[in-house]
């Protein structure tokens, strides 16, 4: 998976086999929440937001810095607003900047809340830089525009590059609207990238489509380690019932891979 993990060095998030690493290795992926502090502290004052032209000035002249991965990030707390989205845009738009500061600008845009999607889908279509095309994309994933960001994905998913495939078929099984979308990832499960074809069975699973159950089913039998564990572990979400009467059930629970005998033993109990 060399080319999909270079390319998630740029990214806000990595795919290890299909696996989030803050993730129980056999749980559907859910939106984390902060535990409440068990002791309630007063709040420090917040700072006040910057005038529109101070923010407009910091936007244009502020460097990014060298996260612990490597890759550039622009962690400026004046950011986290949504005024400072357009103004994030424009400077991706002038493409002064290097592919890797273009990269963190608009690993940026979901931090600041603000409308983006549109304008990144419209970045979308005449962006060149495999990259480039995968950041937008994963910036598809927390956009609050429900059309635009589906009208980029669905791009994602049509993209020449595996790698940005891969990247709009994570992005759509973490939408709560990413079933409007899953004729897309059905698609992709014979898609010839095994890469692909795992991570769309594992987005859904995330969204519970029911309709896949019979796409996803063959590729328990895929020559591809981690495309027998994500079907095998999308069946027993999208419906434990039938995923337990599998035929092919008892020859997964003798599997070779220890993690695809675990999955097939939890599906066989309907714990997923």
Do not use: H, W
């Not at 400026?76 to 493409?95: C, M, T, W």
């Not at 095309?133 to 791009?155: H, Q, T």
Request: charged share 25%.
């Amino acid at each position: 998976m060399s080319r999909f993990l270079t390319l998630a060095l740029a990214l806000p998030l990595s795919l290890a086999a299909c696996s989030d690493s803050s993730t129980p290795e056999n749980a559907p992926e859910t939106v984390a929440k902060a535990a409440p502090s068990a002791q309630a502290e007063t709040p420090a004052p917040e700072a006040p937001a910057l005038a529109n032209a101070e923010l407009a000035e910091l936007v244009r002249t502020i460097e990014p810095k060298v996260a612990r991965n490597g890759s550039l990030r622009f962690s400026d707390e004046n950011l986290v607003q949504p005024a400072a989205a357009p103004l994030l845009l424009a400077r991706l738009q002038s493409g002064a900047d290097s592919e890797a500061i273009r990269s963190a600008l608009i690993i940026a845009l979901p931090q600041t809340q603000g409308e983006y999607a549109a304008e990144a889908v419209s970045l979308l279509k005449n962006e060149r830089s495999e990259m480039l095309r995968a950041a937008l994309v994963d910036s598809m994933r927390l956009a609050g525009d429900s059309k635009a960001a589906l009208e980029g994905l669905a791009l994602g998913m049509a993209d020449s590059a595996p790698a940005v495939r891969i990247r709009a078929a994570f992005a759509i099984g973490r939408r709560a609207d990413g079933l409007d979308l899953g004729d897309r990832l059905v698609a992709a499960l014979s898609d010839s990238d095994v890469e692909l074809q795992a991570t769309a069975a594992r987005a859904l699973g995330n969204l519970g489509a029911v309709k896949a159950f019979d796409s996803l089913a063959p590729l328990t039998q895929s020559r591809d380690a981690d495309v027998r564990l994500e079907s095998l572990r999308a069946l027993g979400r999208v419906d434990a019932d039938r995923a337990a009467a599998l035929p092919e059930l008892a020859k997964l629970t003798q599997d070779s891979d220890e993690r695809i005998r675990t999955a097939a033993t939890k599906v066989a109990n309907k714990a997923y």
